[in-house]
């Protein structure tokens, strides 16, 4: 469970139902116990308006436990990166009654939300809930490169390889964490690096 | 002073009757300077010196936000309330001094919508005359439901109609228009806010039928003043200034503690903004909560009261003030 530590940091709550009529569910790994969780309080009939886009990961577990909650539609997809142009497109089309849950990594819930706030939906409308990886996405200040799937601390930039402080500091509109280098006066100076975001 | 009360002295340079119920006033500052810029919702609180009574009663700002030469607001004539319009309607003049508050804003656009869905239900209309001007003047992207009970009691209609063409939409309650309101709330792009202000009761089932249909709270707006209703007199004790104080049937709670030279905190004098909410320090009796501010556990136990509007039947009741 994510900690609170400056104020950019997200936290993330449970996933309750929403009153609506369309609802887009999208999740990864382990995400997907947080919709099966919430599926035991739902209303009947919830599913019925329910719409799962789901990134199983390299497990490739729970797609058989989301088929049995009978969404209107369940579209399985390799990576986020796959299934962002649907996505786009979804929210494209959508109207107002829409309800969006994210549940899963930081990384997913993150780039999920950056495309529905440019949909034009404001982040506190929308329900999260956090599981699995603590794996940061994480954005170097200095080249600008955006890493994914961060675990320690500090963490290489994969793009200019700087040694970085990976930050608490958040940006929504990036959907990364801040990385900053952590040696700058002296790069002959390499502190340990330790599994920091298992 | 109470917080955001700071004056303004006023000259009525026009009164303008618009229909049957409904009249206009512009103000200008008495020194020619330029009036407080405002945003479109904000509303004023004109003073009404009545013989040795003032009251003070808001009204919502109806100006262009763009031109600050002039503050107009619309009255709306009600024959049975407590007297506050009717004062504007038959003593009010051209050339009258008069004082009004710095304009405050509870009922403000979010300017990050991508589209604003306005309705309107008769005097309701005034902050929307507002809001439309300044999101005019921005390529805003906007539409407005109107309801009215007749044509000629369109307040603005043929105003509304004029600039801004089939972006306003009219319903009269005459020819049995209804708002198809589902429908209406099904079919707004994402990132569309409702905007609402009109009667309760319309402001409730809007508020309820669009939280039916999924829209998160945070893009529902809405405003509504509840004026303060007459009733029985009651005693009231304030502890923090050691006075005991009657409040009379045509006076609000706030009222009669100003009265009494105590000066608590107000903005809006209608139920909405929370900022003359009083603890209750020992009570016997019952209140009638009529504000929109409190929570319903609030309202349940008793121990606060917002004085703007709501009053108390009882045997005793001690306020912290």
Known sequence: MAAKTIISRPVYGTLSPQPGKHHLFIADAEGALAITDMAGKAPAGFFDGAEIVFVPGREGKHVAALEALQPVQLHVAPSFASLLPRLKQTLTNAHMGLRLYLAGTEGLIGQAMQAALEAGIDHTSMQTEHRGSLARRMQCVHCKGITENVTTQPALCAHCGLLLLVRDHYSRRLAAFQGVCINAEDRSEIPPMEEAFP | ???????????????????????????????????????????????????????????????????????????????????????????????????????????????????????????????????????????????????????????????????YGNRVRLYHDDREERIDLERLLSSQPLGTHLYVCGPAGMINWVRDRAAALGWPPETVHFEHFAAPQPGAPFDVTLAVSGKTIRVGSQQSLLEAIEAAGVDPPYLCRGGVCGQCETNVISCDGKFIHNDHWLSEEDHRSGCKIMPCVSRFEGKSLVLER
Do not use: W
């Open chain 2, 1 to 163: 002073m109470s917080t955001g009360t700071t004056k303004l002295d006023v000259v009525v340079s026009d009164v303008v009757p618009v229909n049957e119920l409904v009249t206009r006033f512009h103000f200008r500052r008495r020194d020619g300077e330029l009036l407080p810029t405002f945003s479109g919702g904000a509303h004023v609180v004109v003073e009404m010196r009545d013989g040795d009574r003032t009251r003070l009663n808001p009204y919502s700002l109806m100006g262009s936000p763009l031109d600050t030469r002039e503050y107009t607001i619309s009255v709306r004539r009600d024959d049975v309330g407590r007297g506050g319009s009717l004062f504007m309607h038959r003593q009010v003049e051209p050339g009258l001094d008069m004082v009004i508050s710095y304009p405050v804003n509870l009922f403000s656009l979010d300017l990050r919508a991508r589209k604003h869905l306005m309705l309107a239900g008769g005097i309701g209309i005034t902050p929307f005359m507002a809001q439309t001007a300044q999101l005019a003047g921005a390529g805003g992207n906007f539409e407005l439901h109107y309801t009215c009970r007749t044509a000629s009691l369109g307040t603005y209609a043929d105003v509304l109609q004029q600039r």
